[in-house]
C-alpha cells in the first residue's frame, strides 16, 4: 500500500549546502536498497565518534535533502530519513534513525529523530511501531 505523501516544499540553499545535500543523496541511495540490518550496521558505524543531533540540525538537513531531491521530497521516505542522517553526520552530529510499522491501515515508514522526537514528520507517528533503529547516546545525559 503506498502512503500519500504532499510532497515537501524546497528551501534556498547555500551553493556549498546544495552540493553537499547532493551528495548526501547520492550515498542514501544505493545504502537504501541493503537488507534492513546491514543497513543499520552501516548507519551505525557512519555514527561512531559524533555526538548526537538536535533538532534544529536534523531538522535543518531534512529541509536541504527534500530540496534537492524529488524523491526524497515525496515518498522516499527510506532514502531521505538515510541521506539526512548523512548530511548531518558532515557536520559531526547524528540523529537517529528509525524505521517502523502501523497496523491500522498497514503502512511501512522511516524517519530520523533528535533526542526521541520525530523531525520533520506528521502527527500520526505515534501510530508507528519502530521495528528497527540506530540511537546515539546522548552523551550530555551521562
Excluded: K
Excluded at 542522517?85 to 547524528?94: A, D, K, M, N
Excluded at 511501531?129 to 552523551?139: G, I, K, M, Q, Y
Aim: hydrophobic share 45%.
Amino acid at each position: 500500500m503506498t502512503m500519500p505523501v504532499v510532497a515537501e516544499q524546497p528551501v534556498p540553499l547555500t551553493w556549498q549546502r546544495h552540493v553537499t545535500a547532493r551528495w548526501a543523496v547520492a550515498v542514501a541511495r544505493p545504502l537504501a536498497l541493503l537488507p534492513p540490518r546491514r543497513l543499520r550496521r552501516v548507519l551505525w558505524a557512519v555514527g561512531l565518534g559524533t555526538r548526537p543531533a538536535g533538532a534544529a540540525e536534523t531538522l535543518e538537513a531534512r529541509r536541504a535533502v527534500v530540496s534537492v531531491s524529488a524523491r526524497c521530497a515525496g515518498q522516499g521516505c527510506l532514502q531521505r530519513s538515510v541521506a539526512t542522517l548523512l548530511l548531518c553526520r558532515l557536520r559531526g552530529v547524528t540523529p537517529d534513525w528509525c524505521t517502523g510499522v502501523r497496523t491500522q491501515p498497514f503502512r511501512a515508514h522511516a524517519w530520523v529523530e533528535a533526542r526521541g522526537v520525530p523531525i520533520g514528520e506528521s502527527a500520526d507517528m505515534a501510530l508507528f511501531h519502530t521495528v528497527l533503529s540506530v540511537r546515539r547516546p546522548d552523551r550530555r545525559s551521562s
